[in-house]
């Protein structure tokens, strides 16, 4: 069973940076898609971007494409989400998950949830 961890939330004014990371224990994902998602309050979590397992494919949602870059550390079990340029409607909670399904690549399939970190983007 993987379980996962996010850190690096917090606040941060607009058109500040935050890096997100997530570690991987009880068995490696190395072979899986790695995935962030979020979700704000009153909204339905949305998908925010995909790494394939050996990093060469990246997705992302078109409203990050540009200000967010994922990257993962196979060897550490991580994976990361730097996130520059924020802006308010950035503000949820930011979960990371592994891609199992086939369908990772349109963010579907996911599963072993962290519990999520807040990330709060003021004007």
């Known amino acids: 069973q993987v379980h996962l961890v996010e850190s690096g939330g917090g606040l941060v004014q607009a058109g500040g940076s935050l890096r997100l990371s997530c570690v991987a224990s009880g068995r490696t994902v190395s072979s899986y898609a790695l995935g962030w998602f979020r979700q704000a309050p009153g909204k339905e979590r949305e998908f925010v971007a995909a790494?394939?397992?050996?990093?060469?494919?990246?997705y992302y949602v078109d409203s990050v494409k540009g200000r967010f870059t994922i990257s993962r550390d196979n060897a550490k079990n991580t994976v990361d989400l730097q996130m520059n340029s924020l802006k308010p409607e950035d503000s949820a909670v930011y979960y990371c998950?592994?891609?199992?399904?086939?369908?990772?690549?349109?963010?579907?399939?996911?599963?072993?949830w962290g519990q999520g970190t807040q990330v709060t983007v003021s004007s």
């Open positions: 998950a592994v891609g199992y399904g086939p369908s990772w690549t349109a963010g579907k399939g996911f599963g072993s």
């Open positions: 790494v394939s397992w050996s990093e060469t494919n990246t």
